[in-house]
Structure formats: structure tokens, C-alpha cells
């Protein structure tokens, strides 16, 4: 049983493309979350959702729209794809917001060419 | 603002020798404290966590950390490394100053840990 999957798992597209990767968590948990991780491995939160609520939008493109369509889904989907989108997306869930650890998905790699 | 700092980018140790990685953090209250590994490909895996307590936390795979709130720091440890211990690790704070709603965490740059047959 994959506690938290996201698809697909590498992704390469063209600029100015339209591409969406999506992320379910079969934890029961009520958070969830979007990461990036760049050419250097350095990880940054983007988004948070907590009851299908966004809470956390850390300064992100609104090229980037993340989607909550229930609990155990959270979607991101990404318009006008630029060079500088490549890397490596990871999707997160926890069951307490509050200070609770966080599981994470394979990755999705997306390389933009 | 919140902040974690792995001082060590690259470290190389031979299999059967002790490991210690470092974390200092900067937060203003009492830090929820998490350590990550990722290997080559994967996605990250939970080693251990500290919310309250006691300050030397148990985790997976053989690996300890100690929380010392006097040097900020919250650095891992294992006593024999094996083989399969090669990947990167990460060092995290929880941030929670969205009221509790959620927790985002804030990552170090983490270190490459590498082992020497």
C-alpha cells in the first residue's frame, strides 16, 4: 500500500505547455502539501491544504494552481511551462497541522525543455 | 525568520564508523525538529522527530538525534554506518505561525553522506 503517490512520475514537456501531476494520500490525513525541489536539492514548500482549504501559498507563480478536489487528493497544475520549472515536485501529507511529521510521495520530475 | 543551517554539504566516512551530521536551526519558540533521508531517486523517508521530552529521540534505521536548545542544534547520529546508509539528508524545523492550521517545513540544504567500503 503507497501511503502518499503522485502521477506520473517523470514528466517532460515543452515551454509554454499546460501539464497537471497529481497526488493522493490514502492516510486519512486533513493536510497536504506541495514542494519543490531544485537542481541543487534544495526543498521549498509551495503550497498547503488543510480540509481541501488552502492555508499556505508561498509566493508562488499564480501559473501554479493547485487543486483540492477531497481530503485525499491534491492536484497541481501548471500553465505557460518556463525552463525554470524543472525540478523535482513532491507532495506531502500529515494528519496534525500543527507541528505533525509529514509523508512524502516518490517525486514527479519535470523537465521543461 | 525561521531557518535551518546543514553546515556540512559532503561528508565521507568508511562503513562500520561512527556519523554525526549537523543542524543548527533559528526559531523563535519551541521548534518541532525533523530529520529526512532521501536516496538517490526516491522521495524523502522520516528518520526521527522531536516535538517535547526528552531530548535524545530515537529513530529508524539505527539513527539518534539530540535536541540541545543552548547551541540551536539538533544534530544526527549513528554509531556504525552501513553501505545502505549512502543518500542525503535533511534537516527540518516545523513552522507553524499559520495558527496552527498547518505546519510547513523548512528545509536545511542537507548533506550527501557518502560510505567507504
Known amino acids: 500500500d503507497t501511503a502518499v503517490s503522485q502521477t506520473p512520475k517523470y514528466l517532460v514537456t515543452q515551454m509554454g505547455n499546460d501539464k497537471s501531476i497529481k497526488c493522493e494520500q490514502n492516510?486519512?490525513?486533513?493536510?497536504m502539501y506541495w514542494y519543490k525541489q531544485d537542481s541543487k536539492k534544495f526543498l521549498k514548500i509551495m503550497f498547503s491544504y488543510n480540509n481541501k482549504e488552502l492555508i499556505i501559498n508561498e509566493t508562488v507563480p499564480n501559473r501554479f494552481s493547485p487543486k483540492s478536489p477531497d481530503k485525499a487528493h491534491l492536484n497541481l497544475h501548471i500553465n505557460s511551462l518556463e525552463l525554470g520549472d524543472s525540478a523535482v515536485y513532491f507532495c506531502?501529507?500529515?494528519?496534525?497541522?500543527?507541528?505533525?511529521?509529514?509523508?512524502f510521495g516518490p517525486g514527479t520530475r519535470l523537465t521543461v525543455t | 525568520a525561521q531557518s535551518v543551517t546543514q553546515p556540512d554539504i559532503h561528508i565521507t566516512v568508511s562503513e562500520g564508523a561512527s556519523l554525526e551530521l549537523r543542524c543548527n536551526y533559528s526559531y523563535g519558540a519551541t521548534p518541532y525538529l525533523f530529520w529526512y533521508v532521501q536516496s538517490p531517486g526516491q522521495g524523502l523517508q522520516l528518520l526521527l522527530k522531536y516535538f517535547s521530552g526528552d531530548t535524545l529521540v530515537q529513530g529508524i534505521k539505527g539513527f539518534e538525534a539530540e535536541f540541545k536548545r543552548s547551541q540551536s542544534s539538533f544534530n544526527l547520529r549513528k554509531p556504525s554506518v552501513h553501505w545502505s546508509d549512502a543518500a542525503e539528508y535533511f534537516c527540518?524545523?516545523?513552522?507553524?505561525?499559520?495558527?496552527?492550521?498547518?505546519?510547513?517545513?523548512?528545509f536545511g540544504t542537507g548533506t550527501l553522506l557518502a560510505v567507504q567500503p
Open positions: 506531502a501529507s500529515s494528519q496534525e497541522a500543527r507541528g505533525g511529521e509529514q509523508y
Open positions: 492516510l486519512g490525513h486533513d493536510t
Open positions: 527540518a524545523v516545523g513552522d507553524t505561525t499559520y495558527g496552527g492550521a498547518t505546519n510547513k517545513l523548512i
